[in-house]
């Protein structure tokens, strides 16, 4: 959808805090990528721990890698050498984690979009956080940017931290903790209230998602 759900904004706004962010950034458009969960975990990979400028350019020097067949499929990932991924800027674990992920799209341990639909939020999160690499701040920003989730909230992300600091006028970032105890009276439209609290934190632009 693209814009969030006019009762989402009338839930959010029941919390005077929040009913002033939106009024200050207005409409959010928020349509889901629905790639293909491979692309999605990929991405979400390289983004780890890097700005979107950085990522993305190693992110369009990995697709470089495979021509112009668009996104590459797990198994001509599984061919490329080590080496030729490194090339890009691909750190060495970051090698490993999407080669892992690429074995266990072949294994058939990743679900699809279409199996996504029949999985709650903790089933997809438990199967995918056993794969290497996959940590839950990546499973939830697949929940939220690739399959459009309405009540998710990754507490553990900086950019939610530090807009919820700015939002609420506190001397210092909360933590995890405080973040998901505070955040229960958005539920069950938290996914809003973090796309809400990003933009507090203008980190929406720098996250390349």
Same mark, same amino acid.
């Given at each position: 959808?693209?814009?969030? @759900?006019?009762?989402?904004?009338?839930?959010?706004?029941?919390?005077?805090?929040?009913?002033?962010?939106?009024? +200050?950034?207005?409409?959010?458009?928020?349509? $889901? %990528?629905?790639?293909?969960?491979? +692309? *999605?975990?990929? =991405?979400?990979?390289? =983004?780890? +721990?890097?700005?979107?400028?950085?990522?993305?350019?190693?992110?369009? &020097?990995?697709?470089?890698?495979?021509?112009?067949?668009?996104? $590459?499929? $797990?198994?001509?990932?599984?061919? @490329?050498?080590?080496?030729?991924? &490194?090339?890009?800027?691909? *750190?060495?674990?970051?090698?490993?984690?999407?080669?892992?992920?690429? +074995?266990?799209?072949?294994?058939?341990?990743? $679900?699809?979009?279409?199996?996504?639909?029949?999985?709650?939020?903790?089933?997809? #999160?438990?199967?995918?956080?056993?794969?290497?690499?996959?940590?839950? !701040?990546? #499973?939830?920003?697949?929940?939220?940017? %690739?399959?459009?989730?309405?009540?998710?909230?990754?507490?553990?992300?900086?950019?939610? &931290?530090?807009?919820?600091?700015? *939002? =609420?006028?506190?001397?210092?970032?909360?933590?995890?903790?405080?973040?998901?105890? =505070?955040?229960?009276? !958005?539920?069950?439209? &938290? @996914?809003?209230?973090?796309?809400?609290? !990003?933009?507090?934190?203008? *980190?929406?632009?720098?996250?390349? !998602?």
């Amino acid at each position: 959808m693209p814009n969030l @759900t006019k009762r989402a904004i009338e839930h959010l706004r029941a919390d005077p805090v929040m009913a002033r962010l939106i009024e +200050q950034v207005g409409p959010i458009r928020h349509r $889901p %990528n629905r790639l293909p969960p491979f +692309q *999605s975990l990929v =991405h979400a990979v390289i =983004h780890q +721990q890097l700005s979107g400028k950085a990522a993305g350019t190693i992110l369009g &020097r990995f697709l470089a890698i495979f021509g112009k067949t668009g996104f $590459p499929d $797990p198994k001509l990932v599984l061919k @490329t050498s080590t080496e030729t991924l &490194r090339a890009v800027g691909l *750190s060495r674990p970051k090698v490993a984690y999407i080669l892992e992920i690429a +074995q266990k799209i072949e294994d058939g341990l990743v $679900p699809s979009l279409e199996e996504c639909a029949s999985l709650t939020d903790a089933e997809i #999160v438990e199967r995918l956080t056993s794969i290497k690499g996959v940590g839950q !701040w990546t #499973v939830e920003m697949f929940l939220i940017f %690739n399959l459009g989730r309405p009540d998710v909230f990754p507490v553990n992300d900086l950019g939610i &931290r530090r807009g919820f600091q700015i *939002s =609420h006028g506190k001397r210092k970032m909360p933590e995890p903790d405080q973040l998901a105890r =505070h955040g229960k009276r !958005w539920a069950p439209f &938290r @996914t809003a209230a973090a796309l809400y609290l !990003w933009r507090a934190a203008d *980190s929406p632009g720098d996250s390349g !998602w």
